[in-house]
């Protein structure tokens, strides 16, 4: 199996002019070419943290982080990275929006550009504004828009978190149909451990003060996943006694 994503014993640790924090300390992780992996864990455990090591934005760290045969030296198109909130330019349509600095002029980006509005099923809104959309239709813009590059791993940091429960099921089916499609290798980071569950073939269990991998579980469930079958409830409780669960804590893990 190819390796897409190789975390090498990466630490990472905030200084100011008072004190160093550790945030991340000695995390291992391989992630396989088109493999999808979610990443779950407490509060400040340093899940965006790492995210942005992995995307190239933030160099000052220990440890090597390896993507295909590329150490991260910066950001590159070959990490495509989508934020909790979209972060559309509002003074552009869906369709540059998706395009960025890329010309519609161009045939071959046209086509592109309409076959990923067709894939996140926004066709008929080419042409509409950010402030007309709504939080879910907005979240697949920035999905096509980071697909657009064909990146060879895509970073999400909790793409959904600021959506109803409603369209966040939409969209994962979405995002699932995009990556049985593309095969493009998945790193999400949620809080939510059903939609980990319902998308990813391994759960990363981080845990904080200083982050760090707890377990790396693997979900051997085919694909669509029933949220009610015994493995996935199985598979649920697992992960809950792993994170050290209580019951008082019970909506952080969106159940
Ligand atoms: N630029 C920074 N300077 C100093 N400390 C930071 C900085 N960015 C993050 N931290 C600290 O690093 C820790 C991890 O933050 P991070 O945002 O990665 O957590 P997280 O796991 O993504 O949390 P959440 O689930 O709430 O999004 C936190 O204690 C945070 O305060
Ligand atoms: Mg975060």
Redesign the pocket.
């Known amino acids: 199996m190819v390796s897409a994503l190789e975390i090498k014993h990466v630490s990472k640790t ?1 200084k ?1 002019d008072q004190e160093s ?1 550790l ?1 991340l300390k000695d995390l291992h992780l391989t992630v396989n070419d088109g493999e999808f992996v979610s990443i779950i ?10 995210l ?1 090591l992995i995307a190239g934005l933030d160099l000052e760290f220990d440890g090597k982080i390896i993507v295909g045969n590329h150490q991260v030296s910066g950001p590159s198109k070959d990490r495509g990275f989508i934020f909790q909130e979209h972060r559309l330019f509002p003074w552009l349509n869906v369709e540059n929006n998706i395009s960025g600095n890329l010309s519609l002029k161009n045939q071959d980006t046209r086509k592109r550009v309409d076959d990923l509005i067709a894939l996140v099923k926004l066709k008929g809104f080419e042409r509409v504004y950010p402030r007309q959309l709504s939080g879910g239709m907005s979240q697949r813009v920035a999905i096509a828009r980071a697909l657009l590059r064909n990146p060879d791993v895509l970073l999400l ?2 793409p959904f978190g600021a959506l109803d429960a409603f369209t966040r099921t939409h969209l994962q089916e979405a995002l699932l149909e995009i990556w049985e499609r593309n095969k493009t290798t998945m790193v999400l ?1 949620t ?1 939510d451990l059903d939609e980990s569950l319902f998308l990813s073939e391994k759960v990363v269990v ?1 845990d904080a003060k200083p ?1 760090s991998i707890k377990a790396i579980v693997p979900i051997e469930i085919p694909y669509p996943r029933s949220r009610t079958s015994k493995s996935f409830q199985e598979l649920r409780s697992h992960i809950l006694n792993l994170l050290d669960h209580h019951p008082q804590d019970k909506e952080d893990w969106s159940i």
């Open positions: 905030f100011n924090i945030v864990g407490p509060s400040g455990c340093g899940k965006s943290t790492l942005k940091d909790e980071v809080h981080m982050g």
